[in-house]
């Protein structure tokens, strides 16, 4: 977890729903309010919320990388694929 302490926290009913509830100096960290939009990623084990904000810069970041690959080796994976 990049330096930050685990918590343990428990779900909680929200009408038919489930609902965790985080506290108000982690929002507070995270920079998150009521009005900040999350996204929502589970890799099958574990869940993951991350502020829109951050999940679209590290998309770029990703994008930009992957470019960088394809500019550089796009004639060695061509020939991979075949």
């Given at each position: 977890m990049r330096g930050a302490a685990a918590?343990?926290?428990r779900l909680v009913r929200h009408g038919n729903s489930r609902a965790l509830v985080i506290?108000?100096?982690i929002l507070d960290l995270l920079k998150i309010d009521d009005d900040t939009e999350l996204e929502v990623t589970t890799d099958g084990r574990s869940l993951t919320?991350?502020?829109?904000?951050?999940?679209?810069?590290?998309?770029a970041r990703l994008d930009?990388?992957?470019?960088r690959v394809e500019?550089?080796?796009?004639?060695?994976?061509?020939?991979?694929?075949e």
């Open positions: 918590m343990k926290k506290d108000k100096a919320v991350t502020p829109q904000h951050e999940a679209e810069a590290r998309r930009a990388a992957l470019d500019e550089r080796y796009s004639e060695t994976l061509r020939r991979l694929a």
